[in-house]
């Protein structure tokens, strides 16, 4: 469930999302993942009266996920009161994620690593570039959670056996996939 704040949410919206989310586990949907996005947009009084809402359901035990997504706005009440939960994303250095595709290469499959220190450098057009021109089907993964990236992508590898499991990678329709692990500290939909 999303609920995207504006200007002109209302506090009984806000609080709806907020009872859906503490209540998820009890209706059995305790594993779905709830996200209030724009919350720099709500006034002051809707963002004081949700955070006094989510840390009186926290307390009380509610385990289910709620992301708050916050632009840069200096309005951030909701954001800093609930600081205490906050997360950031580290990236393994560009070395490491260079060397992990150098090891899959020797002893799985081609891969390829395209690396940069900033955005928008065309990383991702590249990848999707070289699916269009070896005639491939473009499969996207982005990875949020970088630090246990590396060692995920290489079990997941590890597991495969071969050829034959490459071979079998192929779509229903013959096509051979080029899979993008988009690791990143923020992925973009296009």
């Known amino acids: 469930d999303l ?11 806000v609080r709806s999302m907020i009872h859906l989310w503490a209540g998820a586990a009890a209706h059995g949907r305790g594993e779905q993942l709830f996200c209030l996005a724009g919350v720099d947009t709500l006034p002051y009084e809707c963002q004081r009266r949700a955070a006094i809402q989510i840390r009186l359901a926290l307390q009380r035990g509610v385990e ?3 992301l708050i997504v916050s632009g840069p706005s200096p309005h951030q009440h909701l954001t800093s009161q609930l600081s205490i939960y906050k997360f950031s994303l580290e990236l393994p250095p560009l070395q490491t994620l260079q060397k992990v595709g150098e090891e899959l290469s020797s002893k799985f499959f081609p891969v ?3 690396l940069s ?4 450098a065309g990383k991702s057009f590249q990848v999707r570039l070289r699916a269009q021109q070896e005639v491939c089907r473009y499969v996207h993964f982005p990875v949020f959670q970088s630090a246990e990236c590396v060692p995920r992508l ?6 495969l056996s071969g050829v034959d499991a490459v071979e079998s990678a192929a779509g229903y329709d013959g096509l051979p ?5 988009d690791v990143q500290a923020t992925v973009r939909e296009d």
């Open 112 to 114: 390829r690593t395209y």
């Open 154 to 159: 290489y079990e997941t590898f590890a597991s």
């Open 64 to 66: 289910t996920n709620l």
């Open 3 to 13: 609920l995207l704040c504006r200007g002109d949410t209302t506090v009984e919206e």
């Open 177 to 181: 996939e080029l899979w993008h692990f």
């Open 117 to 120: 220190a900033r955005p928008g």
